[in-house]
């Protein structure tokens, strides 16, 4: 079973550029979306938008509160999300090919 953002939520993650080195994914959704378990690479996150999300990583979950503008880093991951705010969602993530891959341990959500 692929965890690839784009094709287990085509509807919300599409990839807008990629070469050896880098794919870079658009991500939109509307306030009550609910994401399925997909998995990043060691990435970086641009948001478009301000946005709240609840993260959820296995029994762990993180609530954030991002604005416009945001720029962080965020570890190799699996996860799912849910639109937990009043306003739509809009990022940008720059994912690294470099082999890192995510882990069911790894942190939960952005670093930022």
Known sequence: ??????????????????NERVRVLEYVDEPGTLT???AHPDS???????????????????EVDLQA???GWIPAQQHHGENIGETPSHAIFVELK??????AEGEIGPRL
């Open 69 to 71: 503008g945001t720029v």
């Open 36 to 38: 399925t378990p997909h």
């Open 44 to 62: 970086v996150m641009y948001t478009l938008s301000s946005f709240r999300r609840r993260i959820v990583q296995g029994d762990a979950q993180r």
């Open 1 to 18: 079973m692929s965890l690839d953002p784009a094709e287990t939520n085509p509807d919300h993650y599409r990839v807008i550029f990629e």
């Open 98 to 103: 470099d082999g890192t891959a995510p882990t």
